[in-house]
């Protein structure tokens, strides 16, 4: 039997009469992986729908692949954080931290606002010995008021002020019905309803502050997106986008609606993606779970690239002896020269797409730049069973991603799973129950000329595929993003696709040169004969002697 594989946006085999066809997707979701509560995969070549943008229905829902926000291995309790070394020397605006205009996306909200919010931090009970929220290039920023050592404590926020679950649950009004909502959902609402109560809202000082907006691909105009046709970041978008609007639909079927009485305002869909940008972009932990919170204030830490180490930049713990109330606290993991930034190291696992998905922003790096795999043993496979149960058996599953990195080399799992998924033919006897502890070891090397041809095939076809669905080739993508004054979305969406595509190319090439090399391979069938010891280390047949 002759194994077929198909790429799940393009069959690239045709299936063969006696195919157990395989399937290979390779799809979106860099952006959609590790620990993000929900997210989803989609088809590699997005383009642009008609109007409206977005929501389109055909992209599969992948959850827990979005991880989160600020900071990636972070957990809540008594534990440890990132760093914060000065990056942004001298870069804090002129105007001085308590009379900074706050802007980066908020429209001007006023001169006042930051003041307010700083007094309103102080009332509450906030330290922040040595530093003040201040207009920066990034937005808003912590700005060093003196030199501050490495791992001196920079802020200090009491629980009291955190936004998480607990806090919407706690809520006079609606709190009943947050409680019963995905924490995510839940902070979402609690944000929408307290920013619409203005006034009487307590958490006024801090919604103030919070920015319109953000220049992840969330908020761009369909013109903008337009930039990212072709792109697994593009359908990694839609995904995201109709995964909001479902999320959406359903808590204001269930919720919203019923007890719109209880609500101040109506909650709109725009409101909804504002609060997701906010926690996307804010939170201090996984978006899935418990521990989703905003801390107020640390909140406004930037990100800088220079800083390459996750380690104890944060940490929570009992306030004091007596205290119940647990504390926030922020440490300088680099010393910090006063009139600079604080900033941290977001997360040194996020590829490029998902920075910008996440934050709006990327790093000018190759190291960042990815591109996902999806493979898939397709349901349709005669052997599909079978196949699930080996993957399994190896910590995979009827889909597996990969994220190839520009700068480096094949994850180790790759070939394996591909040799599974498209093991057919007079191979399959490595399926045999016999197997099954010996198998993985067998699809780490190459199983037959067959077999390693097709996934060869496989590969760089749907590597081809994928990138004759780019409008741009990487040297127009290269001179444009040289230019000057580049729109920083614009110079966002370049990177990504042009990052996209040279990944493509990579992985072309590397299973260009392996189908060159087909016929040096040595294969299964070969590797058990010398086993057996019946064939010599040149390949020569060992008879034996009669005499
Ligand atoms: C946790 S908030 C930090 C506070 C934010 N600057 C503000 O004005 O509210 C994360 C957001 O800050 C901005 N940001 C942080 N680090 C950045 C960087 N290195 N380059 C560009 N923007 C950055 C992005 O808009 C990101 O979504």
Not at 33 to 40: E, H, K, M, S
Not at 231 to 239: A, H, K
Not at 386 to 398: P, S
Request: some cysteine; hydrophobic content about 40%; charged content about 25%.
């Amino acid at each position: 039997m002759v194994a077929a594989a198909a790429l799940s946006f393009l069959p690239l085999f045709p299936a063969s009469p006696s195919s157990h066809a395989a399937a290979l997707a390779a799809s979106s979701s860099s952006l959609l992986r590790r620990c993000y509560p929900f997210v989803c995969s989609h088809a590699n070549a997005a383009s642009l729908p008609r109007r409206p943008p977005a929501f389109p229905s055909s992209h599969r829902l992948r959850h827990h692949r979005y991880a989160s926000s600020i900071g990636r291995s972070r957990k809540m309790g008594n534990q440890k954080a990132q760093c914060a070394p000065p990056r942004f020397g001298s870069l804090a605006m002129a105007l001085g931290p308590l009379h900074a205009q706050v802007d980066g996306g908020r429209g001007v909200a006023g001169l006042d606002s930051l003041g307010n919010f700083w007094r309103w931090l102080e009332e509450k009970g906030v330290k922040a010995p040595a530093v003040r929220p201040a207009a920066v290039p990034e937005g808003l920023g912590l700005v060093a008021q003196r030199d501050i050592a490495r791992s001196e404590v920079v802020l200090e926020v009491p629980q009291r002020l955190w936004i998480n679950p607990d806090a919407a649950a706690a809520d006079p009004e609606l709190g009943r019905l947050f409680s019963g909502l995905k924490p995510w959902v839940s902070v979402a609402l609690f944000l929408i309803t307290e920013k619409s109560r203005g006034l009487k809202s307590p958490w006024k000082p801090y919604l103030d502050i919070l920015p319109a907006s953000t220049d992840s691909p969330l908020f761009w105009s369909e013109e903008e997106l337009s930039e990212l046709q072709g792109s697994q970041l593009l359908s990694t978008i839609f995904g995201v986008q109709e995964f909001l609007r479902s999320e959406f639909l359903k808590v204001e079927e269930d919720l919203v609606l019923p007890h719109k009485y209880l609500f101040p305002s109506p909650v709109t869909m725009e409101d909804f993606v504002w609060a997701f940008g906010i926690l996307r972009s804010r939170a201090f932990s996984r978006l899935q779970g418990e521990n989703l919170v905003l801390i107020p204030l640390a909140d406004l830490i930037n990100h800088s690239p220079k800083i390459t180490s996750e380690d104890s930049a944060w940490e929570i713990k009992g306030k004091g002896l007596f205290s119940r109330e647990q504390v926030f606290t922020l440490r300088a993991a680099v010393p910090v020269k006063a009139g600079e930034q604080v900033c941290i190291q977001y997360d040194l696992g996020k590829s490029n797409a998902e920075l910008a998905l996440d934050y709006g922003f990327i790093e000018k790096t190759s190291a960042r730049d990815s591109y996902t795999l999806t493979l898939e043993i397709a349901s349709s496979d005669e052997f599909y069973d079978d196949k699930l149960d080996i993957a399994e058996c190896n910590g995979l599953g009827e889909s597996a991603y990969f994220d190839i990195y520009l700068d480096s080399t094949l994850p180790p799992m790759i070939l394996p799973y591909l040799r599974l998924i498209a093991l057919g033919g007079t191979d399959v006897f490595l399926l045999e129950a016999l197997f099954r502890n010996t198998v993985w070891g067998h699809l780490e090397l190459p199983v037959s000329r067959q077999n390693e041809e097709l996934i060869c095939r496989v590969v760089r076809d749907a590597c081809k595929s994928a990138l004759s669905a780019y409008q741009t080739t990487i040297e127009e993508d290269e001179k444009l993003r040289d230019a000057e004054n580049l729109d920083p979305r614009l110079e966002v969406a370049v990177w990504i696709r042009e990052g996209e595509k040279k990944v493509l190319q990579k992985i072309d090439k590397i299973f260009q040169e392996r189908e060159l090399e087909l016929d040096t391979l040595e294969y299964y069938q070969e590797r058990r004969l010398k086993d057996l010891g019946l064939v010599g280390e040149q390949g020569e047949i060992i008879f034996w002697e009669s005499n």
